[in-house]
């Protein structure tokens, strides 16, 4: 099987997870999925094939030079985005794509336009792999199988490229967050990881925010509004004082890049009691718990004015930024990023505005950044793959295993 081929069978299964149903995996297609890609990579004669309950399915190329290596692992997820269905998917192959409007859908009037998505325009002349407009494609993440896989088989074809133990990890429920939860990294036992799950060509990735949950209760005291002077304290109001206190262009809609950010996500109020709840992000360690400080800083400044009591603050955090872990290995970076570029792709680093698996199996014990895997409008009905990224993916994944074995 082809690369292609590969990708255009993954899609077939409908391994789209649930936010809902609390067990791992989310959903019984990604088992169904998982228990196909086994059968694969043992036709394919890999070693140390293991499928545990969970739906975590490891597998091993093993070394084909006696020189010491340290074993490294490329790893991507089986499932697709809660947002959009990814059953019967029906890709199109777009060949030579010539820049102008794609029709995935003639009855619905569904297009793909580099109007509203000019990145189509950096993919002129390539093939394209898009869908049929009713679903999501399953290019995230399933491109990232599929050049994991394709280049495993390519190292296995080509035995004078010398390479150290590969361990390949595909990992269910990536889309709602629970990805790396039930990861049992001992098992995996990499001295690094990839993911291959990022989006275009060059994309690597290893920076992501930091991340705390803040939830403040403002306690009031309703009495009858005909009777209340100096003695109604209406927690609607000391909450709405709360808000007002925080800088309010320190907001999601008003920072990008390495900004961080206040987000007020819901309020609940009522005179008697109103209940707050934010995310707090930062990509600096120190700046983000300088935001957190922040936050207790103007509850306590609510209770000197109100009385002790009126504002209880519950916070928590909910995950760090992986440069931490990565800053002291940074030669897995270096690595990648020559990669690339024998590979022919120019790196773009870029920082994540959000979490990654990748930084929760950081924070485990497993330093894993995130490589592209291809694949562009992720969630949607105009995700679309272009075969030569997929390529590229693929050759980086080759070259990395090549590298590390000639150092
Ligand atoms: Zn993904």
Not at 59 to 74: E, M, S, V, W, Y
Request: include cysteine.
């Amino acid at each position: 099987m082809t690369l292609v081929e590969r990708f255009l069978k993954y899609v077939t299964f409908d391994t789209q997870s649930s936010e809902l149903t609390g067990i791992t995996p989310s959903t019984p297609g990604q088992m169904v999925f998982a228990e196909y890609l086994k059968t694969e990579l043992e036709a394919l004669k890999l070693e140390d094939i293991t499928l545990d309950e969970y739906g975590y399915l490891f597998a091993t190329l093993p070394a084909n030079t006696d020189k010491k290596l340290p074993t490294i692992g490329f790893i991507a997820h089986m499932d697709t985005s809660p947002d959009m269905s990814g059953k019967n998917v029906k890709p199109q192959i777009i060949k030579e794509y010539d820049g102008g409007d794609i029709v995935l859908n003639k009855e619905n009037k569904i297009v793909l336009s580099p109007v509203q998505f000019p990145e189509l325009l950096d993919h002129k002349s390539e093939d394209l792999i898009v869908t049929d407009g009713n679903t999501l494609l399953g290019a995230d993440d399933k491109a990232g199988i599929a050049e994991i896989i394709s280049a495993i088989v390519y190292l296995k074809e080509h035995p004078e490229i010398k390479h150290g133990k590969i361990r390949i990890g595909f990992n269910p429920d990536e889309e709602i967050g629970e990805g790396a939860h039930k990861f049992n990294v001992e098992q995996f036992a990499c001295d690094w990881a990839y993911t291959m799950d990022g989006g275009e060509v060059g994309e690597l990735e290893f920076e992501n925010f930091n991340a705390a949950s803040a939830k403040i209760t403002f306690k009031g005291r309703n009495v009858h509004p005909g009777y209340a002077k100096n003695k109604m304290i209406n927690s609607i109001r000391v909450a709405n004082q709360f808000i007002d206190m925080l800088p309010e262009c320190e907001a999601p809609e008003h920072t990008e890049s390495y900004e961080g950010f206040y987000h007020l996500i819901g309020i609940q109020g009522e005179v008697e009691q109103t209940t707050v709840s934010y995310i707090i992000r930062d990509h600096d360690r120190v700046k983000f718990e300088n935001r957190k400080k922040e936050v207790e800083r103007i509850v306590k400044y609510i209770n000197e004015k109100y009385g002790e009591g009126t504002a209880t603050l519950e916070l928590r955090d909910q995950y760090y930024n992986m440069r931490e872990k990565i800053e002291p290995v940074m030669h897995i970076i270096d690595i990648a990023f020559d990669a690339m570029k024998l590979a022919g792709v120019e790196p773009k680093v870029k920082a994540i505005r959000g979490g990654t698996d990748g930084a929760q199996l950081s924070f485990k014990g497993l330093p894993c950044p995130n490589i592209f895997a291809g694949g562009l409008n992720f969630h949607g009905r105009y995700e679309f793959v272009p075969i030569q990224s997929m390529e590229k993916a693929m050759n980086v994944i080759i070259k990395i295993a090549e590298l590390i074995a000639n150092k």
